[in-house]
């Protein structure tokens, strides 16, 4: 049987195709790619002409199957997205589970991702994070969300898309509190990529004072709530008993 093969590819910067990532894109009988007319100019660059077929989030559960087959009867395939690393808020979670469940043999191409390109050099926490993808584009879904995180003590990572930053800092620092240090990276590995670091109030400033700040592709971190919920609590029992003592006769 042939193997399915999760190949990151780079995040803005040619260079960071790796070259084991060239090697089984050429190799390989077919690629599944989110779009394949952007993965064509990425393959044109390195002279690869693999054969291409589109897998994006309106195809991949009626598409895994026939691609899960295809696998089964010994070819094999890479499957990528645009950028980055497949399934990181990008397309094939269907097709890696089902092939997974199907007993399909695997291999990683590992690479670049946003995320962890942005964690590592935010100089924020880095012994315990999480990934939280996007938040809700609307305003009142997102502040439920930034409310469920609220006591979160872990580093957050968070994508969003540059016409909405304002907005997400505003309401980051209206849940999180002004003071809270965060950070702001865009353009990774490509020309104009800026990391701004600040507390949330500092980066509501620079953010609406500058617009170059929401160009292009943005990862935002947060730093984890520090003050933990469980002291916060025995503070609120000791309120709770000294106003009772205060009521006693
Ligand atoms: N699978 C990709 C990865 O591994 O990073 C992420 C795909 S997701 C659809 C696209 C989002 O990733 C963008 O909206 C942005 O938040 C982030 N992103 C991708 N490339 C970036 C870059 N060069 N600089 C900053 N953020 C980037």
Redesign the pocket.
Known sequence: PGTLYVV?TP??NLGDLSARAREVLSRVQLIAAEDTRHTRQLLQAFGIDTALTSLHEHNEMHKSEALISRLLAGESIALV?D????L???PGFDLVANARARGVSMAVVPG????IA?LSIAGLPTDRFVFEGFLPAKSAARVTRLRELLNEARTMIF???PHRLVEVLRDLAAEFGAERAASV??????RFETTYTGTLAQLCEIAEKNADMAR????IIVSGNTAPASSAQSFNADQLLRTLLEELP
């Open positions: 990151a995040i803005g997205s950028a980055g690393t497949p990181i808020s990008d670049p991702c946003a995320a942005a994508y969003e898309a990276s865009r353009e990774l590995t490509k292009g592709e943005i990862v």
